[in-house]
């Protein structure tokens, strides 16, 4: 499975619960952290896209992927941790774990793995 795959989702779920937390509650720390978070996952998406569709993997967008999950680890398990709220510091916090654990795979593998031209 290629990076972009799930990237772009979850990308867009941490940007959604960014917008939604300043909706719904005004937080301009969940609207700057989600959505900063989201944006810079979606970034990093689009790149690995673009380099997969010019049969090249693109480290600088695994890199990005990987730090913004583990930043998103840290902050949403230390938030979980001090108020124990499962919803949203829990979810998030589980969910970029895992996320987190495939991005290191992916760069312990090599990247994507491009398939062979085929003429």
Not at 45 to 69: D, I, P, V
Not at 93 to 110: E, N, P, Q
């Amino acid at each position: 499975m290629h990076d972009f795959c799930f990237t772009i989702p979850y990308g867009l779920a941490v940007l959604a619960g960014g917008v939604l937390g300043y909706l719904r509650r005004g937080s301009t720390a969940s609207l700057a952290g989600g959505a900063g978070s989201g944006l810079v996952l979606l970034l990093a998406g689009y790149l690995s896209l673009q380099a997969f569709h010019k049969r090249r993997n693109s480290f600088l967008a695994l890199a990005l992927e990987t730090f913004c999950s583990l930043g998103l680890t840290f902050v949403m398990g230390q938030r979980y941790l001090q108020t124990s709220k499962v919803m949203p510091a829990g979810v998030v916090a589980a969910l970029s774990a895992v996320m987190s654990l495939f991005y290191l795979y992916k760069i312990a593998t090599g990247g994507n793995h491009i398939p062979a031209k085929s003429e």
